[in-house]
């Protein structure tokens, strides 16, 4: 819509339908009061991919079956380092350690990684509930309640609304990973 001006038809269509290409984007950072955060910090400036990564990021989520991106969970196994874990940002591990977040670190980075996804999920499902409960009041307080809405505003709640369903196929994703924790 950003880019075009236009939602194609088939979005418009798989916004209604139960299998959809639909993304969201959601945001993570490394926490600035963390402990660890100088060590974080100089991994991501030294040792990622040319140029170096910023400390916060932004990941598309959703997709088919709303598995998250590998390299978002990649940056949030790094930022969950801590406790026991914290060895791994020793400087013998320095040039190493980005690799090492590729795979799962321990079970407790897994499950602060998967609550993470989680919970940002549902803050950006809460924020757009509330968004939409204030656009209908808004709308009631109005005129007689009978304007029809542009073809911009349906734009703006078709990709409203996969955006939703993105965020929601990623926290179903999450919580069956979440699950597969208790086996």
């Known amino acids: 819509l950003l880019e075009y001006g236009f939602v194609p038809d088939g979005m418009r269509e798989e916004a209604g339908g139960k299998y959809s290409r639909s993304f969201s984007e959601l945001t993570f950072e490394v926490d600035e009061k963390d402990r660890f955060y100088d060590d974080k910090m100089d991994i991501l400036e030294f ?3 040319n140029p ?30 801590g406790a026991t874990d914290a ?5 013998i591990f ?11 670190v321990s079970q407790k980075n897994e ?5 993470g996804i989680i919970e940002a999920c549902n803050k950006a499902l809460n ?15 109005g005129d007689d309640g009978e304007e029809e809405i542009s073809y911009q505003e349906q734009c703006c709640k078709v990709v409203r609304d996969l955006e939703k369903k993105a965020l929601s196929k990623t926290i179903d994703y999450m ?5 597969a924790f208790d086996l």
């Open 111 to 115: 499950e602060a990684v998967v609550e």
């Open 47 to 49: 040792e990622t991919d």
């Open 52 to 81: 170096p990564m910023n400390p916060v990021q932004t990941f598309d989520v959703g997709g088919k079956d709303g598995e998250p991106d590998p390299s978002m969970v990649q940056f949030l196994r790094l930022v969950q380092l």
């Open 94 to 104: 320095r040039k190493e350690v980005w690799g090492f977040m590729f795979f799962p």
């Open 127 to 141: 924020e757009m509930e509330e968004a939409d409960l204030q656009l209908e009041g808004d709308a009631e307080n």
């Open 175 to 179: 919580q069956r990973e979440k699950e």
């Open 87 to 91: 060895f791994l940002l020793e400087s």
